[in-house]
């Protein structure tokens, strides 16, 4: 089994967060959790006040999934997984904000979630992000570009229709299900296209 490591930083999408850390753990993996101060604040809006402070998102997992996720401090720059010799499987942090996205594009450390990124970069493991933000400015699109082109995959909070989604937990598990495919974690959360489609003749 994987180690992974998941940041939460303080954009919109907490919800895309808990399913992530959820599905890492039901699938036996590893979750090294670190929650930014912004985003358990965004928690506490979107999922409501027992979400809202890294201990009490922990809290809301089962005892099951809790047992395979370690929570970090967002300020704690010289825990485990600010150092390249602790060995992890890569990093998502999910869901991104333009603020985390261009503290990684020009190196800065200044926190757990920031400086795990760029120890994922410098060891060249994969590193994932979900940035949420509309529109994205020039200055966002640039920094994605560039962190593109640093080895990153940008997985973008974005639905597909020919899934045919019923309800938001299948918009839902699909966004997750991207993510663990760019982190290369086997799982069935949603339908694949396999080209057998029905109703269009080529
Ligand atoms: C309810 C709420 C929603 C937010 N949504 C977004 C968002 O979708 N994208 C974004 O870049 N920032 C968003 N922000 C702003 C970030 O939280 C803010 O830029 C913060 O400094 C990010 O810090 P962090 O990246 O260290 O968590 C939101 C803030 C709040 C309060």
């Known amino acids: 089994m994987g180690r992974y490591v998941v940041g939460v930083s303080g954009a919109s999408g907490m919800i895309l967060a808990h399913r992530t850390i959820a599905a890492l753990a039901d699938l036996g993996h590893q979750v090294e959790f670190l929650m ?41 720059v010289g825990c485990a997984i600010a150092s390249g010799s602790y060995l992890t499987d890569g990093m998502v942090i999910v869901p991104c904000s333009m603020t985390t996205i261009a503290a990684i594009a020009v190196g800065l450390g200044d926190n757990a979630i920031r400086r795990g990124a760029d120890v994922v970069l410098k060891e060249r493991r994969p590193l994932v992000l979900v940035p949420r933000e509309a529109p994205f400015s020039t200055l966002h699109l640039e920094n994605l570009h560039k962190l593109s082109l640093l080895g990153a995959t940008i997985v973008p909070p974005i639905p597909a229709w020919y899934t045919q989604p019923k309800s938001l937990e ?28 029905k109703g269009h003749k080529a």
Do not use: C
């Open 36 to 76: 930014s101060t912004q985003a358990a604040y965004t928690a506490s809006l979107e999922m409501g006040k027992e979400y809202g402070s890294p201990t009490k998102f922990l809290a809301s997992f089962s005892m099951e999934q809790q047992e395979k996720i370690q929570l970090h401090g967002f300020q704690d």
């Open 170 to 197: 299948d918009v839902e598990n699909f966004i997750v299900g991207k993510v663990l495919d760019a982190l290369g974690v086997k799982h069935a959360l949603y339908p694949r296209w396999n080209g057998r489609h």
